[in-house]
Every structure is written in structure tokens, then in C-alpha cells.
């Protein structure tokens, strides 16, 4: 890099002569560098912007003095805001009000957007005004201040060279939030905004619009390096996402840069963010043209959005509906016409007013041998089709250049205006008139205030000005250009969340669109469903899962399902939590099916009890003792009957009856087949000489019987309900997306001692009917009561396994149809073979066949 260092103030050379040691010691400038514009004045001020924008780096091989780096790419905007400063110097010169009696002259150098040519220019500006006429090394140099640069490269160094000698820089177009250390940038001001608030801005825009997936671009500087670590900084924590970071090198590499756009090109992130200067960005776009990428959507930083080498109509369909920040726009009332008097006639010895007519004309205006350019007079009118160059309806970047004069006139106009004795510096002194140190001069710019059309300008303890953004779009103009437009601004003076302002209907989006387009990894998750990350992958980046059954997500891209509470179960969608499904033994397809067989049970048991009751004094009737038979009958029409209670929702008294009204009737049924039972096998017994047995076996006898068994199932079922009773409990463990409302047994000892002792007695009964089985006597029922009660226990059996395993309403079913079956099979069994002797063989009806040998 020292191989391009144009001077350093004071170089001791005597190595390099062949004076002797005694010789005075001598500076020589080593090269040559000219300002591209010059003025005389008292106070002498620097400029220096990147009037090219490209470089062509020298043979660095060392075996020899390198060559200068040769700009290429004349920018005729940046030749517009080096115009706009001599403007403001020659509008300063001539006022009355600022600065009278003294002049403020200038320097201006041409950076080429380039940190190597910029460190350059700013040597080259600490030397007088005629570096070929100027004693070296004499005296301080007449520069006060500098303003400059535009990218915050370039910035840097031209900073830190000026650092020594402690001479103010304002820069007009850098923005990296690295200058805002006042220890490492402690002579820095700006009158462009921090990149701190750009960067925020940048975040607020991509939240608003949904980006959640983007890529990021950056320059290979400090001011892409600064910005993408500030809106990652701004993003950490919100729903978006970068895919890929890179980076265009500085010294532009085609080969590189198509790499860049293959990713672009492959990724899902259809918005890219880019921070990088004009200079880059030039060479980029264009390679990025020829590869035909469409449907990308440019969020540009404040360094390219207002770049007019873009507006030409071929960008377009690439760049179309670009958004970005732009800072703030101004208004220069004398911009217009000062431009028009700059050309070749006036300025005939210039290369950049030739390049200037080269770049907008396409013409030579100075025959030159080998040009392939045709030549012009030089005097051709300046258009407003010349937008690059004259486009000053509303001054972004030069009206800072504007501001940024004005800023070190007033302040060297207030620094001036120090009366002995009330100045700021030691023993309050002032600056001496004839002899102001930079230092001096750069008090009075942190202190600076004043306004220029209509707006205030001030610098903060860091050197920072007000943050304020205008939001450009790039949008098609009549003439198939792209043009500025304004559709919203951004404040940094707001409180929070009020800052970002956007006229949405007014934007063009890429591809010429109205509508925002889309920049995800993963489509959003709808609700009902959440997000489940790929593995190794970005968060945004995700598969949408289905809630679980019995889980909602009421909110698009939920992260998790939300349980339901506990009497609540998931829609089919699985977006809201509805009231379960409360079921039980209704009245449906199964309950009228069991309803109809529980009540035809009942009427046909009414119907041989009718029978029975008709045919009373018929023998078969008299022999089976009637009034046991009588009894049966009507228990069994209430066991029938029982099975209605297990049907319909339950509540506390139907749970309290179902369970007790069947213990109960059954085991008085139970206990009449028992008497019954005894009473046949006494019978056989008494025929024996001796026997009298049948004395104990009355009826009274037999009522006992029946009564003391009835009881002890009545104190049982008493002392049921008094301790524990049965009540209706909803079951939400078998099937968790229903209730199913079933009755508690309340104690599972007393319900499984009520169903013990029926089936003991059915036991016993079983045992006494199959001992008297095969007793004669075509009157002998024995062989019946064994075959019912081994149905009836059969039934039981079965009914224990099928009832544990059987929840709520197929619990009560369950219970249901085994009384039912139960009911049936004493039913079929006792009473079936009499009905039949009553009805189809009365003949048989007789004593004499009873008393026979003959069965039936």
C-alpha cells in the first residue's frame, strides 16, 4: 500500500541522495497527484468523492516502482455532488450573512470508490493548493476540514490519516455504525444517518411484510461488516431468518460473484437484503442481468437505492420494485442551472468534465488519437434525460454534500464571531483569525446549529445527525425508466413502534406485482397444526405436524398444541376445544333394542301369569304349587322390568335402584325356586314310612323361607346405599375424547356381595334340583329348575369378564342383557313345558297323567 502514498508531510530522504550527513535535510515529494478541482480562499476545505467507480490494480511484483491505480467507470453522480460542494462554497463566498470578509477555497480529489485511492486522496489534500509550487514541510497546512467520503471504507482510512493532525471530516454517505466510537473516530461527523437506525428500519420492513426467510449481500468493508452484524442484532429474537450471508468482493470477481447468484438462485428466500456502495453493486447487477435471474426482491441499503447507473430502462425487469432506504431529500434552489455551466468549453483542460460529456453524450470533446468515440463541440445542452447528472428535483446524497459546507462555514462563522476573554479554549481564549487550528474549528462544529431549508441541522455527542429515512421504491416511470418513488418515511425521533411509516398501496413489488410477495423456508402452518424444525436446519425452516387428538393450536405457525382442559376435546380440524361428547346408555339403535326385549320379557311373564292364574285350579298348575309359581312370576316381570333403570343418562336415584332393585328381585326370584326346589325333593322324601317332613315345608314354612332369604339381599343393599352409595360418575380414562357417564358402584365389596350371594343361592338351588333330578313323577320340575339354573349361572359366569371389561354404556348394557337373558332362561325353562300342557295338550292336564309313569 505505501507503494500509492503520494507524500507524507515531512520525509527525511538523505539515504536516497548523495548529500552528505551534514546536509540540510529535505522534503521531496515522491508523486504526483492532482485535485480534480481547486480554489483559493482563506480557509481551505477538502473534498473527496469516489468519481469513479471502478480500479484497475498496477503489477504489485515489487521489482519496480508500481504504476498509479487507474479509476475506470466515470460516475456522473458523484460528479454532481462534487459540483453541489463547489456550489455551496461559491453561495457561502458570495453571502453577506456568512462569513464576510473572508472566503473559504477547496480541494477536491477523486477516491474511485476505492480504500487504496482514497487513503491517496487524503494525503494529497493535506498539502497546499499547488503541491508543485508549495515549500514543503513549512508550516501547517491550510486545510480546516474535510468532507468526505462516501463509503465508510473509504471513511476509515481517510479518518485516521486526518487523526494526527486532528482535522475535522464530515462525511456526506457513510453510514457504518463503527464511526460512532468517539475514541477509534474522535474528528468524525456525519450528516448522514447511523446505520444503527437504518438497520432497524431494515428489520421493522421485513417483520411488517412477513419475510421471515431472506438472504443478506454485503460489500466486503467495513460498512456491509458493521450493518449485517447490526440487523442481525435487530432480528435476534423476531421470526425471521437469514439463509445464506455473502459477500462481493471488493475488487470485483466475476467467477465469485456468479456463485453468489447460484445461491441466490437456489434458495427459497425470494427477498435479499443487500448493503453494499454503488461502486459494487455496478459491476454485480450487471453480470446478474446476463444470467437471467428473476423474482428476487432487492431491499436496498441507503448506499445503492438512489444509485441512478440503475435507472435505465434494461434494469427493470431485474430491479423493478426494489425498496430501500434513502436519506432524507432536500432542496438546492441553484443545483439546476450550476450544473448546466460546467462543460468542456469552460473547463477544456479537465478530464472529468470530458468523461462527464463521454458518459452522457457519447462523444469526444477534444480530439484524441485512438478514440473510438466521435467528437463533439463540447457545448451541447444538458438535458433532463441526463438523470444520472441532473437530476436535482430532489437531492439526496448532494444535498447532504450541501449540508456538510454549510456545517463548517457557520461553524468557522461562529468560531470567528469569539470576542477575547469569553472563549472556550485555555484562559478563554479564541482562535486566532489568521492562525485556526483545526481542533479549534472542529469545538464549534460539535456545537453547530442551525437550519437550511426548513430543516435543523446538528451533530449529537458522537457525531451523529438526526435519523431520518425516506422509503424508496423502484418503480417504472412513463418513459420505461425506473424512478424514485416515495411510498413512506422512517423517523428514529418516534417512540418505538411508531418510527416505520408505509403507504402500502402505493408499492410495486418485484416482477411488477401488487402483491407482497412471499419469502419463507416452510409454509405457514395452519392452525390445528404446529411447527416441528428440520433437523439442521434454520428455525424457519420447518414441517407442519398435526396437533395430537385431544390438542389445539388456535394461531398460524404455532410452536406447540395447547392441551384441552379436561372436560374439552379437539374439533376434527384440531383449531378449537369443544365440550366432549357426554354418552352413555341412551335411547338409541342399542337401548330401544334392549327396551323393546325387556318389556316383551315383561308381558309375555304377564301373559303366563295370566295363563296360570286362569288355569289355577287345573292340576298341573295345583301340583307346582301356584303360589310359589305365582311368586316367580312376578319377580321376574320386575327383573325384566329392572332393565329399563340401566338405560337413559344416569342420576343419583336411577344408580341407586338400578343395582339394588335387580339384587333384590332376583334373589326373591332365586328364593322361590329354592323353596320350590325344597318342596319337590321333601315330597319324594315324605313318601317314606317315618318321614315327616313335609310338616316343616307348609306354606308358612315356605314364606319364611322366601322372606328370610329376600332379607338378608334387602340388609345387604341397605347397608349399600347407607355407607356407599352407587351415584353417576363421568368416566374420561377409557376414551379420552368423551365422557361417558356411567353409575359408580359407590363399594365395589357390597356390589360384588350382592352379585355373591345371588349367586350362591343359585348355587344351592342348582345343587338341590340336580340331587332331586331323577326322582319319578311325570309332576317332578326338578330337572327344569337344574336346567334354568344352570343357564342362569352360565349367564353370570360369563357376564363377570364381559362386565369388567366393558366401560359405561357397554358396562350397563352388558348388565342389562345378562338380566335380561338370565330372565329369560327361568323364564323358558320353569313355566315353558307347563304353558305347553295348559295350551296344545290340555289332555295331559289330568291327574291320572300326572300320576303316571308317563313323562312330560
Not at 162 to 182: G, K, N, V
Not at 421 to 430: E, L, M
Not at 646 to 652: A, K, N, Q, R
Request: with cysteine; charged share 15%.
Amino acid at each position: 500500500m505505501a507503494l500509492y502514498v503520494l507524500t507524507i508531510t515531512c520525509i527525511q530522504i538523505s539515504s536516497f541522495t548523495s548529500s552528505p550527513p551534514s546536509a540540510a535535510k529535505v522534503c521531496t515529494l515522491q508523486n504526483s497527484f492532482h485535485p480534480s478541482f481547486v480554489a483559493k480562499g482563506d480557509y481551505v476545505i477538502g473534498g473527496i468523492f469516489p468519481l469513479h467507480y471502478n480500479q484497475e490494480m498496477p503489477d504489485l511484483n515489487g521489482t519496480y516502482r508500481a504504476l498509479p491505480v487507474k479509476c475506470n467507470g466515470f460516475d456522473p453522480r458523484a460528479f454532481r455532488w462534487a459540483q453541489t460542494m463547489r456550489l455551496a462554497v461559491e453561495e457561502i463566498n458570495q453571502s453577506a450573512d456568512l462569513l464576510p470578509n473572508y472566503t473559504l477555497g477547496y480541494k477536491i480529489f477523486d477516491s474511485c470508490a476505492y480504500p487504496l485511492t482514497g487513503q491517496r486522496a487524503a494525503l494529497a489534500v493535506l498539502n497546499g493548493l499547488n503541491e508543485d509550487d508549495s515549500p514543503m514541510c513549512q508550516g501547517a497546512s491550510p486545510l480546516l476540514a474535510v468532507i468526505g467520503e462516501s463509503g465508510s471504507a473509504q471513511s476509515i482510512v481517510v479518518s485516521r490519516i486526518l487523526q494526527p493532525f486532528r482535522i475535522p471530516m464530515i462525511s456526506y454517505f457513510s453510514s457504518c455504525a463503527c464511526f460512532t466510537d468517539r475514541r477509534e473516530f474522535p474528528t468524525f461527523f456525519r450528516v448522514i444517518p447511523n446505520d444503527d437506525y437504518q438497520v432497524k428500519a431494515i428489520a421493522q420492513l421485513l417483520i411488517r411484510f412477513n419475510w421471515t426467510f431472506v438472504g443478506l449481500v454485503r460489500g466486503d468493508h467495513e460498512y456491509g461488516r458493521f450493518a449485517i452484524q447490526g440487523l442481525l442484532r435487530e432480528l435476534q429474537g423476531t421470526k425471521v431468518c437469514v439463509a445464506y450471508q455473502e459477500i462481493i468482493p471488493l475488487l470485483y470477481n466475476r467467477k465469485r460473484a456468479l456463485e453468489i447468484m447460484e445461491v441466490m438462485r437456489s434458495s427459497s428466500a425470494k427477498v435479499v437484503v443487500v448493503f453494499s456502495a454503488e461502486g459494487e453493486m455496478t459491476p454485480f447487477l450487471r453480470d446478474y442481468m446476463t444470467q437471467n435471474i428473476t423474482g428476487i426482491q432487492w431491499v436496498a441499503s441507503e448506499a445503492w437505492v438512489t444509485a441512478s447507473v440503475f435507472t435505465g430502462s434494461e434494469f427493470y425487469p431485474y430491479l423493478g420494485g426494489t425498496i430501500g432506504f434513502g436519506i432524507r431529500k432536500g432542496h438546492i434552489s441553484r443545483l439546476s442551472l450550476y450544473l448546466q455551466t460546467v462543460n468542456p468549453q469552460l473547463y477544456p483542460n479537465n478530464n472529468l468534465v470530458k468523461e462527464l460529456w463521454e458518459a452522457l453524450y457519447g462523444c469526444n470533446p477534444s480530439p484524441v488519437p485512438g478514440s473510438q468515440l466521435p467528437q463533439c463541440s463540447g457545448l451541447e445542452s444538458l438535458l433532463e434525460q441526463h438523470s444520472a447528472y441532473m437530476n436535482t428535483s430532489s437531492p439526496r446524497v448532494a444535498y447532504n454534500v450541501y449540508k456538510a459546507v454549510y456545517a463548517v462555514a457557520y461553524s468557522l462563522h461562529n468560531l470567528l464571531l469569539c470576542q477575547p476573554g469569553t472563549g472556550p479554549f485555555q484562559n478563554n481564549s479564541c482562535a486566532q483569525s489568521n492562525n485556526i487550528h483545526p481542533w479549534q474549528l472542529q469545538y464549534y462544529l460539535q456545537q453547530v446549529k442551525f437550519n437550511i431549508a426548513e430543516e435543523e441541522v446538528n451533530f449529537d455527542l458522537k457525531g451523529d445527525s438526526i435519523p431520518y429515512y425516506d422509503i424508496l421504491n423502484w418503480q417504472r416511470g412513463t418513459d420505461g425508466n425506473i424512478e424514485f418513488v416515495n411510498v413512506g418515511l422512517f423517523d428514529g425521533t418516534k417512540p418505538a413502534g411508531e418510527e416505520l411509516v408505509i403507504q402500502e398501496d402505493r408499492i410495486m413489488w418485484a416482477g411488477h406485482q401488487s402483491e407482497v410477495p412471499v419469502s419463507v423456508c416452510s409454509a405457514s402452518c395452519l392452525p390445528g397444526s404446529r411447527k416441528a424444525v428440520r433437523r439442521g436446519e434454520s428455525v424457519c425452516c420447518f414441517n407442519c405436524v398435526p396437533c395430537d387428538s385431544g390438542k389445539i393450536s388456535n394461531q398460524t405457525n404455532s410452536i406447540d398444541c395447547t392441551l384441552c382442559p379436561e372436560d374439552f376435546w379437539s374439533n376434527n380440524d384440531r383449531a378449537a376445544c369443544v365440550p366432549k361428547k357426554v354418552e352413555f346408555l341412551a335411547y338409541d339403535s342399542l337401548g330401544i333394542a334392549l327396551t323393546v326385549i325387556s318389556v316383551v320379557g315383561a308381558c309375555l311373564t304377564i301373559a303366563v301369569l295370566a295363563v296360570f292364574f286362569y288355569h289355577r285350579k287345573t292340576v298341573i298348575v295345583r301340583v307346582n304349587n301356584s303360589e310359589l309359581s305365582f311368586f316367580i312370576l312376578c319377580a321376574l316381570t320386575l327383573c325384566f322390568l329392572c332393565s329399563l333403570l340401566f338405560i337413559g343418562e344416569p342420576t343419583l336415584w336411577s344408580c341407586m335402584l338400578r343395582h339394588t332393585a335387580f339384587s333384590i328381585t332376583f334373589s326373591l326370584c332365586i328364593s322361590c325356586i329354592l323353596g320350590k326346589t325344597l318342596v319337590v325333593l321333601a315330597a319324594f322324601t315324605a313318601t317314606r314310612p317315618g318321614d315327616n317332613i313335609m310338616k316343616w315345608l307348609g306354606p308358612k314354612q315356605q314364606r319364611a323361607i322366601i322372606f328370610m332369604s329376600t332379607l338378608i339381599q334387602v340388609a345387604i343393599c341397605a347397608a349399600w346405599l347407607i355407607d356407599a352409595p352407587p351415584s353417576p360418575s363421568p368416566n374420561t380414562q377409557y376414551e379420552r375424547s368423551k365422557i361417558i357417564l356411567e353409575c359408580s358402584v359407590g363399594s365395589s365389596i357390597a356390589f360384588w356381595c350382592v352379585l355373591g350371594y345371588i349367586g350362591l343361592q343359585a348355587c344351592l338351588c342348582f345343587v338341590l334340583a340336580f340331587l332331586a333330578r331323577t326322582l319319578p313323577g311325570n309332576f317332578n320340575e326338578a330337572k327344569f329348575i337344574t336346567f334354568s339354573m344352570l343357564i342362569f349361572c352360565a349367564v353370570w359366569l360369563a357376564f363377570i369378564p364381559a362386565y369388567i371389561s366393558s366401560p359405561g354404556n357397554y358396562a350397563d348394557a352388558v348388565e342389562s342383557f345378562a338380566i335380561l337373558a338370565s330372565s329369560f332362561g327361568l323364564l323358558f325353562c320353569l313355566f315353558a313345558p307347563k304353558c305347553y300342557i295348559i295350551l296344545l295338550k290340555p289332555e295331559k292336564n289330568t291327574k291320572q297323567h300326572l300320576m303316571g309313569k308317563e313323562k312330560y
